[in-house]
């Protein structure tokens, strides 16, 4: 399934290292701070805890969506 993963974390050491998992998993970025590609329910699951570890108690936000087909064909973007 794809997975959306978008995060706000104000410490730059860890955010890098945010970006960083993603990477190791195989996402690539979309924006900034979001992520996007494919992963198995199991592989978004060992994410998803992995970032967790990683912000511990920094201040920030992660979030993780996955996303049908359906609504991979109705997205729209722009890249410049």
Do not use: H
């Not at 494919?38 to 912000?55: C, H, P, T, Y």
């Not at 996955?66 to 729209?76: H, I, N, T």
């Amino acid at each position: 399934m794809q997975v959306l993963v978008i995060y706000d974390v104000e410490n730059d050491r860890i955010r890098s290292k945010v970006a960083n998992a993603c990477k190791d998993y195989g996402l690539q970025r979309i924006q900034f701070s979001a992520f996007r590609g494919d992963l198995s329910a199991n592989r978004m699951e060992e994410l998803f805890f992995r970032l967790k570890k990683i912000l511990g108690v920094d201040k920030g936000n992660i979030q993780m969506y996955p996303m049908c087909e359906k609504d991979l064909k109705q997205a729209r973007g722009t890249e410049s």
